[in-house]
Each structure stands twice: as C-alpha cells, then as structure tokens.
C-alpha cells in the first residue's frame, strides 16, 4: 500500500489543522493506521492510531483530548485532526499502515507498522 500524507502547515498556537493520509494500491479496509511525529533532535513520538474497522482508536498522552483520529474506508483516507495546538506539537507528522492484528487491534509502536508515508510539516507559532 502506498501511503500519501497531506495537510500541514503553519497554525497559531491554539489553532486547528487536519491531517490527511490516502492510501492506494491495496484493500484500504485491511489495515490499522497510525499517526507519528518526528520533531527536530528527538524521537519519532506515537501519536494516534485506529483499527481496522474504525471502532478502536488510541492516542498518546500528550494529544489525548485534543486530537482526533477517523477513516473512512470508501475514501480510502485517515485524518487526523488537531486541535488547541501549541508549539510543542511542531513535527513532521508520519502515517503508517499495518496488516497485523485483528479487526479491533491497534498499533501504538512504530516497529508494528510495514508502510509509511513520507510525512507532512507541521509548525506551531506561539
């Protein structure tokens, strides 16, 4: 599956933006995605993830109520929306996609997905 993340940009502090990922070249419905971030100088950090079906979903501490994870599976698409962001949020957001687990299953580390986009800006002014 090929993965292309869309959507960043600059925001104010406080403000909101959308993360996009479409997916082509396999059944979109058979994947668990997730949402990382690589911020300059440190980890790629969890950020969101969500099962196969939609019905799980999963989010790291430090977005937890402020972000949310969808899909929907006739669009082929996962978004990722983002509010009340601050400059800490600043990163190149990643998707990724995984086969693995069942149809609730979600994936909260990086080594448990097999394809990633090549990631999106998004900067935080304060």
């Known amino acids: 599956v090929q993965l292309q993340a869309s959507g960043g940009g600059l925001v104010q502090a406080g403000g909101s933006l959308r993360l996009s990922c479409a997916a082509s070249g396999r059944t979109f419905s058979w994947y668990a995605m997730g949402w990382f971030r690589q911020a300059p100088g440190k980890e790629r950090e969890f950020v969101a993830a969500?099962?196969?079906?939609?019905?799980?979903?999963y989010y790291g501490d430090s977005v937890k109520g402020r972000f949310t994870i969808s899909r929907d599976n006739a669009k082929n698409t996962v978004y990722l929306q983002m509010n009340s962001l601050n400059p800490e949020d600043t990163a190149v957001y990643y998707c990724?996609?995984?086969?693995?687990?069942?149809?609730?299953?979600?994936?909260?580390?990086?080594?448990?997905?097999?394809?990633w986009g090549q990631g999106t800006q998004v900067t935080v002014s304060s």
């Open positions: 990724a996609a995984t086969q693995r687990g069942t149809l609730y299953w979600v994936g909260i580390r990086g080594s448990e997905y097999d394809y």
């Open positions: 969500i099962s196969q079906s939609g019905d799980s979903t």
